[in-house]
């Protein structure tokens, strides 16, 4: 035996393990890549091009599109093709199917009811006590003052009673309320000032409206729904609320995530802990506004006095928007126990509610001046083809 040869061995022992070290250490101090992040978006169609979302998704949740009385006529293939839910986009908002104490508009709403009965699809409903396309007569007494809380709350039993037992059992799911949360920074202001917390001095008119929709059909899953749900401040404060009404035994199924996203909002731990923390409550999730506009303002920036120079859909912006949509979709596949539907905001990028906001989010200020910026927000372009980011979601 060669008598070097064990010091030799000793010497290669010793050099090996400090190389696994360098190695172990290197991959635990590293950061670590999810998936959803770090895999190159499969953006190749799939050879059946008979397949939808709906299709896609089966196994997941419920694909579902926001739609008017017009757009159920202009994109009723596509939507018959590629979604099982629909929302009605405005048309079944207070103000709008209930302009006055006697007067119900119910044609527009009934159509899209119609619509969805006909082709199968499943109906949420949107929604049935907001702030903005309120109907102001609620909150105006006899004398043309502010009402008292007891004629609102009188009211709005009344409306609540009327509008679900028109469509009582075929609408599953209604936003009870919508966005009651203030969206500033500040913690210690938990609800958006409206003339409805003014007439009730807090939020009570939250738990009237859930229980009253209880009441009305005890079957209909029932939900609160807001934006910026995934920013820190804000989503401690919806989490707060939804603790309080479960506590007090207000029938509650679920909390929706408007998702008006933007390229690099909400970052992926933003949107996981925004679920987590819902989850854990025992509620249900749904996606219920999604678009991802391709021109983010930053949180607070103040909204443009002139039109900005549009760059269009780039090939840059597109990249960037693949990739975001990717991710979403990775992460929401991860959460499909919970998360009951994903309904996007609009149909295709020719006519997205975005536009005329300056393409900004919901959470920008709006111009004063309306100008049209086009957001190319969703998964069709202006032509109602489907673009890159739909077969990057489809694609595992």
């Not at 064990?6 to 250490?25: G, S």
Request: glycine share 6%; net charge positive.
């Amino acid at each position: 035996m060669n008598k070097y040869l064990p010091k030799n061995y000793r010497k290669n022992i010793v050099f090996i393990a400090a190389v696994c070290a360098i190695v172990m250490c290197y991959m635990q101090c590293s950061p670590k890549l999810s998936p959803s992040i770090s895999s190159v978006p499969n953006t190749t169609p799939q050879a059946d091009l008979s397949k939808g979302l709906k299709d896609y998704f089966k196994d997941d949740f419920l694909v579902g599109v926001a739609v008017g009385s017009r757009s159920i006529r202009t994109d009723s293939a596509l939507i018959i093709k590629e979604f099982n839910s629909v929302t009605a986009e405005n048309d079944m908002k207070v103000g709008v199917i209930h302009p006055t104490e006697n007067t119900y508009n119910w044609k527009n709403a009934d159509d899209i009811v119609a619509f969805a009965e006909r082709h199968k699809i499943n109906i949420r409903g949107h929604n049935l006590l907001w702030h903005q396309q309120n109907a102001e007569w609620m909150l105006v007494g006899p004398d043309g003052k502010q009402a008292s809380k007891e004629l609102v709350l009188k009211r709005l039993k009344e409306h609540i009673f009327t509008v679900m037992n028109r469509y009582k059992g075929k609408i599953y799911c209604w936003d009870v309320v919508n966005e009651a949360i203030d969206d500033s920074q500040d913690p210690t202001v938990m609800y958006r000032k409206t003339k409805w917390l003014e007439i009730f001095n807090g939020p009570e008119f939250i738990d009237a409206a859930f229980r009253f929709a209880h009441e009305a059909d005890p079957k209909a899953k029932l939900y609160y729904n807001e934006f910026n749900s995934e920013r820190e401040v804000k989503r401690e404060k919806i989490f707060k609320l939804m603790k309080k009404l479960k506590a007090d035994g207000v029938p509650i199924d679920g909390v929706g995530f408007q998702a008006h996203w933007s390229l690099d909002y909400p970052t992926a731990t933003q949107l996981r802990t925004a679920l987590d923390q819902i989850v854990s409550l025992g509620l249900e999730v749904q996606i219920t506004e999604l678009d991802l506009t391709i021109h983010p303002r930053p949180l607070g920036a103040p909204a443009p006095t002139t039109p900005p120079v549009d760059p269009g859909y780039t090939p840059e912006l597109e990249a960037r928007q693949v990739a975001k949509y990717k991710e979403i979709f990775d992460i929401l596949r991860g959460y499909k126990k919970n998360i009951k539907a994903v309904t996007f905001w609009n149909v295709t990028d020719r006519g997205s509610w975005l536009d005329s906001r300056g393409g900004g989010s919901a959470g920008d200020a709006k111009p004063a001046t309306p100008m049209i910026l086009k957001a190319y927000p969703l998964l069709f372009d202006v032509n109602g083809q489907r673009k890159k980011a739909y077969w990057a979601v489809v694609n595992k």
